[in-house]
C-alpha cells in the first residue's frame, strides 16, 4: 500500500544534505539519495514533468520532458539528463531554462502530442490534463507530425462496465503499470508492444471483461490523460431525470460529500453534504437519500452475521461492503469465499430497500423507480451489473455515477457548489443516519462502526469510550484485541487498506500464520475517500486523503446519534418491514452470494525484464 505520499514530504535533518550543487546558479545542498528534480522542487525551482509521479516513487524517465543541462565538476561539456532519474553530484552544474533545453522540451511534446488523439473538446480529461499543461509550458501552436489514422486506429477498450481503456491517448508514463503492479499487486496492466506501437495492453492480451482487473480505479487516478476513465453514464442518468413517467431517487456514499466540494474550488475535505441534496432537487432529482443510512443497516445486518459465526467457531469473518475487494478475491483467492460476511454492500442495501420498502411508503410502483448512486468508486459500476444484484433481471442500483461524473453532471446543468444554498434531506423513511455510518468512507471505519454496536448488542450498554482510537490510522494493516464483554470476550480484529497489503494478510490468514476474528478490507488506499471515482489530482496520488478523513471524523462527531442501533429510522425499517436483523425476509432481500471466478496470471519473459527495470535510475 502506498503511503509515501504521506510521509516523504516530512522535514529531513539539514545536516544531511552534504552535497553542494548549482541549479540555474543557485547554490543548492542536496541529500545524497536524491535526484535533480528532486532538489529542485526542494529549492522551489520548477521542471516540468509528465511520466513521473513521485508519490509513488515512480521515476521511468520514458517521457523525456524534464531534460536539464548538467555540467559535472572537473569537466567542461555539457549533457542533457532527465531529472527524475538522474541522481546530484558534488559540483553539478544543472540548467533547466536553456534554448537546447527548451527547444527538445518543445520538441519532445510536439512528439507527444503527434501520438495523441487530437479531440481534447471530447476528452474527460478536458481541462485538467497534464499534457494540455506541458503544451501550453512549452508554447506548443502547431503540430507537425500527427497521424490520424494511425492513432485512430490504436485500441479502445470498452469491455468492462466500470472503466473504459483508451489507447489512442495514453503517453506510456507507465504510472498505471506501476500503481497496479507495485501498490495494489493486481498485476492486471502491462507495456506490450515495440516502438510507437508500445502501449499499455491488459495481462494476457484479453480485454478489460475477461482479465484479472478488480475494476479499483488507481490506475485512472495516477493517469495524467484521457487514457484511463470511467464508464461514463451521465447521459444515462439525465434520460432517467427527464423522463415524467419515472420517480428518480439519488444516494450518495459517506466519501462524496467531503471529496467533492475542490472540484468547485472549496478546500479540500469540506462538507458538501447540504449543497448535493440541493443541486440533487434542481436538477429534476424526485427523492434524496443518504448511502450512510444503508451504511448503519449494513452494520445491523453484518453485526449480527458476525456474532452467529463467532458462536459457531467460524472466523475469520472478513467484511463484504468494497466491491473491488469482492472482485478480487473471486479473482485471485476464490477459497475464502466463505469467510465473506454475505451482506450486501452500503449502496446495494439502499437501492433494495427503495424498490421493495420504499415503494408502498411514497406510493409509487416499484417498476416506476430508477436508482442514481453517486459513488467515489469505479468498482460500485461492476457491483451494480452483478446477476445476483438484480431483480428479475432488472438491476437494483441503475445508475452508478462516479464522483468525477457528477461533477461533470452539475457543470452540464450549470451549478456551482461554490454558490447554491445548502439544503437538508428530508425524506422521513431513509435519510437518517448516525456517525457510525458516515465513518464508513474510511478505513477502519467499518470496524469501529460494528464494534460500537456489537458491543451494545451483546451487553446491552453502549461502549464508554466510542471512538476507538486502536482502530485508527494510516497504516497498510492495523489489528487490536477488543473486548465485547458477555460471552465473547476479546477478538482480534484487523483493518487492511490497498490491495497491496490485502495479498499478504490473505496469504499470511492461509498459511495460519495469523489469528483474527473480524477483518475489514478496502481495496483503495484510505478507504472510499480515495476511491477509483474520485476527483482526480495533477501530479500527485492520494494528496487530500487526510484532510477528508478528519472531516469524516468531524461528521461523526457531531451527530446526535453515533451508534447504527441508534438510528430511529433503521429502528422503524426492522419493526414495520424487515422484522429483525438476519431475518429471513432481510437475509433474502439484503444478503448475496459471491462466485469463483479464479484467473491465473502468466508473465512474459519480456514482463519480468520490465518489472526489473521500468524503475531503474541510470546515470
Keep these: 500500500m502506498c503511503t509515501r505520499d504521506l510521509t516523504h514530504h516530512a522535514h529531513r535533518d539539514p545536516d544531511e544534505a552534504t552535497i553542494s550543487l548549482t541549479i540555474n546558479k543557485s547554490q543548492c545542498k542536496a541529500f545524497p539519495d536524491e535526484t535533480i528534480l528532486a532538489c529542485a522542487r526542494r529549492h522551489d525551482i520548477y521542471i516540468p514533468t509528465l ?52 527547444d527538445m522540451q518543445k520538441l519532445q511534446v510536439e512528439l507527444l502530442m503527434a501520438d495523441h488523439l487530437q479531440d481534447c473538446a471530447t476528452c474527460n480529461r478536458h481541462g485538467d490534463c497534464e499534457l494540455q499543461d506541458l503544451a501550453q509550458f512549452v508554447g506548443l501552436k502547431e503540430n507537425r507530425f500527427f497521424d490520424r489514422a494511425k492513432v485512430e486506429a490504436r485500441e479502445v477498450d470498452r469491455s468492462s462496465p466500470a472503466l473504459v481503456r483508451d489507447m489512442r491517448r495514453c503517453v506510456r508514463c507507465q504510472r498505471c503499470v506501476a500503481v497496479c503492479r507495485q501498490h495494489q499487486q493486481v498485476d492486471a496492466l502491462v507495456m506490450a508492444g515495440v516502438g510507437v506501437n508500445r502501449l499499455v495492453q491488459m495481462r494476457d492480451g484479453v480485454d478489460a471483461a475477461n482479465s484479472i482487473c478488480v475494476s479499483c480505479g488507481q490506475c485512472v487516478l495516477v493517469c495524467p490523460t484521457g487514457a484511463l476513465g470511467e464508464r461514463d453514464e451521465t447521459d444515462r442518468a439525465l434520460d ?64 449480527i452475521e458476525l456474532l452467529n459465526r463467532l458462536k459457531e467457531g467460524k472466523k475469520p469473518t472478513f467484511t463484504s461492503c468494497c466491491p473491488a475487494w469482492i472482485n478480487f478475491a473471486e479473482m485471485h483467492y476464490p477459497d475464502i469465499l466463505p469467510m465473506l460476511s454475505s451482506t450486501k454492500s452500503p449502496q446495494q442495501v439502499l437501492s433494495t430497500l427503495s424498490k421493495t420498502y420504499l415503494p408502498d411508503k411514497v406510493g409509487v410502483p416499484a417498476d416506476k423507480i430508477r436508482v442514481i448512486s453517486i459513488m467515489p468508486c469505479t468498482a460500485k459500476k461492476e457491483e451494480a451489473a452483478r446477476p445476483q444484484l438484480a431483480t428479475n433481471g432488472m438491476p437494483d442500483t441503475d445508475v452508478v455515477l462516479t464522483t468525477r461524473e457528477f461533477a461533470r453532471l452539475l457543470r452540464r446543468e450549470g451549478i456551482d457548489l461554490k454558490t447554491i444554498k445548502p439544503s437538508n434531506f428530508d425524506n422521513p423513511y431513509m435519510s437518517e443516519y448516525s456517525g457510525a455510518g458516515a465513518i464508513f468512507g474510511t478505513t477502519g471505519g467499518v470496524m469501529e462502526a460494528a464494534v460500537r454496536t456489537l458491543y451494545a448488542v451483546i451487553n446491552d450498554k453502549e461502549l464508554d469510550q466510542i471512538e476507538l482510537e486502536q482502530l485508527r490510522g494510516f497504516d497498510g494493516v492495523r489489528s487490536a484485541n477488543v473486548d465485547l464483554g458477555g460471552p465473547f470476550g476479546k477478538v482480534k480484529v484487523a483493518m487492511c487498506h490497498g490491495l497491496g497489503e490485502t495479498r499478504a494478510l490473505v496469504e499470511a490468514i492461509r498459511k495460519g500464520e495469523v489469528d483474527f476474528d473480524f477483518i475489514e478490507i478496502m481495496a483503495c488506499p484510505g478507504g472510499c475517500v480515495d476511491g477509483g471515482g474520485s476527483l482526480r489530482s495533477k501530479k500527485a496520488y492520494l494528496d487530500k486523503a487526510m484532510a477528508r478523513r478528519a472531516t469524516i471524523y468531524n461528521v461523526d462527531r457531531k451527530q446526535l446519534v453515533r451508534q447504527s442501533h441508534k438510528n430511529l429510522q433503521v429502528q422503524s425499517l426492522y419493526r414495520d418491514f424487515l422484522e429483525a436483523p438476519n431475518s429471513d425476509k432481510a437475509h433474502a432481500l439484503l444478503h448475496t452470494h459471491y462466485s469463483d471466478r479464479r484467473r491465473d496470471i502468466h508473465q512474459t519473459v519480456r514482463e519480468m525484464w520490465d518489472r526489473l527495470t521500468m524503475s531503474t535510475i541510470v546515470y
Excluded at 542533457?80 to 533545453?101: F, H, M, S, Y
Excluded at 467531503?258 to 427523492?287: M, S, Y
Design 240 to 303: 432517467f431525470i427527464c423522463d415524467p413517467e419515472l420517480t428518480t431517487v439519488v444516494q450518495f456514499a459517506p466519501a462524496v460529500r467531503v471529496a467533492f466540494g475542490e472540484e468547485f474550488g472549496l478546500p479540500a475535505g469540506t462538507n458538501v453534504e447540504g449543497q448535493i441534496i440541493a443541486a440533487c432537487r434542481k436538477i429534476g432529482i424526485d427523492i434524496v437519500l443518504d448511502t450512510n443510512f444503508a451504511a448503519d443497516v449494513v452494520i445491523m445486518e453484518e453485526g
Design 51 to 102: 511520466c513521473e509521479l513521485d508519490d509513488i516513487d515512480h521515476t521511468p524517465g520514458t517521457c523525456r520532458v524534464c531534460v536539464v543541462e548538467i555540467t559535472q565538476a572537473g569537466k567542461d561539456k555539457t549533457k542533457i539528463v532527465t531529472a527524475c532519474d538522474t541522481p546530484v553530484r558534488e559540483g553539478l552544474d544543472v540548467q533547466t531554462r536553456t534554448q537546447r533545453v527548451r
